[in-house]
C-alpha cells in the first residue's frame, strides 16, 4: 500500500501542472462563435472568374432581404427595388447612389458590386 501511496504523491504535482497548462490552452481556444445560420467566411477573396468576373462569393448567406437591404443603405445606397437572392445566394437588385440608378449585388461576404 505505501508504494502505490507515494506513486500517486509522486504524480500529484505532475497531474496539476499539466492540468494547469494544458487547460489554458483550451481556454484561449474559445474566443468567440459564430451566429446560427452564420457561414465562417474565408479570409481570402474570391477570384473573378468568367463566370464570376465581379469576385462575388457564391453559396448559403445569413442574410435576409433586410439584412441585405440594410446592408446595402449603410453602404450609401438608397431606393433599392426589386432586391431578390439569385441560386447562387448573392442579392441583386437596383439602387440609386450619388443620384445615379444602378444595379447592385451583394455576397455572402457582405462584398457589395454595383453597375
Same mark, same amino acid.
Given at each position: 500500500?505505501?508504494?502505490?501511496? /507515494?506513486?500517486?504523491?509522486?504524480?500529484?504535482?505532475?497531474?496539476?501542472? &499539466?492540468?494547469?497548462?494544458?487547460?489554458?490552452?483550451?481556454?484561449?481556444? %474559445?474566443?468567440?462563435?459564430?451566429?446560427?445560420?452564420? *457561414? /465562417?467566411?474565408?479570409?481570402?477573396?474570391?477570384?473573378?472568374?468568367?463566370?464570376?468576373?465581379?469576385?462575388?462569393? %457564391?453559396?448559403? %448567406?445569413?442574410? @435576409?432581404? @433586410?439584412?441585405?437591404? !440594410?446592408? $446595402?443603405?449603410?453602404?450609401?445606397?438608397? @431606393?433599392?427595388?426589386? $432586391?431578390? *437572392? !439569385? /441560386?447562387?445566394?448573392?442579392?441583386?437588385?437596383?439602387?440609386?447612389?450619388? &443620384?445615379?440608378?444602378?444595379?447592385?449585388?451583394?455576397?455572402?461576404?457582405?462584398?457589395?458590386? &454595383?453597375?
Amino acid at each position: 500500500m505505501t508504494f502505490h501511496f /507515494a506513486l500517486h504523491r509522486a504524480m500529484l504535482p505532475a497531474c496539476l501542472f &499539466a492540468a494547469l497548462v494544458g487547460g489554458g490552452q483550451v481556454l484561449a481556444q %474559445t474566443t468567440g462563435s459564430i451566429r446560427p445560420n452564420e *457561414q /465562417a467566411a474565408p479570409s481570402s477573396p474570391v477570384a473573378p472568374s468568367p463566370g464570376n468576373p465581379d469576385g462575388l462569393a %457564391t453559396g448559403e %448567406t445569413a442574410f @435576409d432581404e @433586410d439584412a441585405a437591404r !440594410d446592408r $446595402l443603405t449603410r453602404a450609401g445606397y438608397s @431606393d433599392i427595388t426589386a $432586391l431578390m *437572392q !439569385d /441560386a447562387q445566394g448573392i442579392w441583386r437588385g437596383t439602387a440609386r447612389k450619388d &443620384a445615379q440608378k444602378v444595379t447592385v449585388a451583394l455576397d455572402r461576404r457582405g462584398k457589395i458590386v &454595383a453597375h
